[in-house]
């Protein structure tokens, strides 16, 4: 736990917050706005968060003011902000940064009927947070350099010496970083630190996700680990940076079908917890998961009974590993990672 750190920094975060507050109260004017408005830290993707929160404010008369970076930049303000946060709801784009903050004993529970919302599978057994989108790892590859019948059968194969200098990842990223968390969940640490002395010898690094698939288009690499999406959003809008590759689904359980989920949470130190649920059970409800769905996110739905993109293969088909979201261990990814070199 941080409790001392957090108490040290407790006058100056309190002095943030109450110049925060007053910037706030002198802007809009209008004071009925002022006294319901929500601040959102969020590390998804804007466009889709805007999306699926479409309608919120004039449902609610709640007013949205968003802190938008990445998992981790997020995730460690929070932590530094402690009780003085301003934040009243995390959204992260990969659940092992919520998680931290579980951890930490800064999130409340979760409203049961918001929990009943989603599939059990999409949220960790703490209840104190629920995922509200997810998304596949996949293999992206150059069929011209890297045929089908030449695949791996697992991801961890990519630690096998005929890889050395054909494959790439995004391994500063938190998408690749949960990608990590899972593969230590399901097959341990020893295992896992062997995988990753292997992809610090075979992997180019990239600084994208997007990086990744134009090198396997390009043909710079064989074959790149990324998320499902990058590749069917291009294919949607232009196919320029896919069109020469393809995707590969590792299925069977494999730690390379590992599905990373989206988490939304209310923090414990939200002084409008009431509305702060309202928003985490409307981003979960039906109608925000059907836009989701129906958006050119590409990402999976994980709202009950609301099937996904029919672009994507169906979420049920991709035989993910089963993993607790909430025991994905973040601190554990960095310092493995750091050990071996790849951050
Ligand atoms: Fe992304």
Not at 202 to 230: F, K, L, Q, R, T
Not at 237 to 245: F, H, I, Q, V
Not at 255 to 271: E, K, N, R, T, Y
């Amino acid at each position: 736990m941080l409790g001392g750190t957090r108490l040290g920094r407790s006058t100056a975060a309190a002095l943030t917050a109450l110049v925060a507050a007053g910037a706030l109260a002198g802007c809009g004017g209008d004071d009925a706005e002022a006294a319901e408005t929500l601040t959102v830290y969020s590390a998804q993707h804007e466009s889709l968060v805007r999306t699926m929160l479409e309608g919120f404010t004039e449902e609610t008369g709640i007013a949205l003011e968003f802190r938008d970076a990445n998992d981790a930049e997020l995730a460690n303000q929070i932590v530094q902000e402690g009780e003085a946060s301003p934040a009243d709801v995390f959204l992260t784009e990969n659940s092992p940064s919520i998680d931290v903050l579980d951890r930490e004993g800064l999130l409340a529970p979760l409203d049961p009927a918001t929990l009943d919302q989603v599939g059990e599978q999409f949220r960790p057994s703490s209840g104190n947070w629920t995922g509200f989108a997810a998304r596949s790892t996949v293999l992206v590859h150059n069929p011209a350099q890297l045929p089908a019948d030449q695949l791996p059968a697992s991801i961890l194969d990519l630690a096998n010496p005929e890889w050395q200098g054909r494959i790439g990842i995004a391994a500063g990223g938190a998408d690749f970083q949960a990608i990590v968390a899972g593969v230590l969940a399901l097959r341990g640490e020893e295992a896992t630190r062997a995988w990753l002395e292997g992809l610090q010898r075979n992997a180019n690094v990239y600084p994208s996700n997007s990086a990744v698939m134009v090198a396997a288009d390009e043909g710079e690499i064989d074959a790149g680990v990324m998320y499902h999406y990058y590749f069917y959003r291009d294919r949607a809008e232009n196919g320029l940076k896919s069109d020469d590759a393809e995707l590969h689904f590792f299925r069977n359980s494999d730690p390379g079908a590992f599905l990373s989920i989206s988490g939304a949470g209310v923090l414990a130190s939200s002084d409008q917890p009431e509305q702060a649920q309202r928003l985490v059970a409307y981003l979960t409800s039906p109608p925000a998961q059907q836009r989701l769905a129906e958006s050119t996110a590409l990402e999976y739905a994980v709202g009950n009974d609301v099937p996904s993109a029919e672009a994507l293969p169906p979420l049920a088909e991709l035989q993910a590993p089963q993993v607790d979201p909430g025991s994905l261990d973040q601190q554990r990814v960095t310092e493995l990672m750091q050990d071996v070199g790849l951050l």
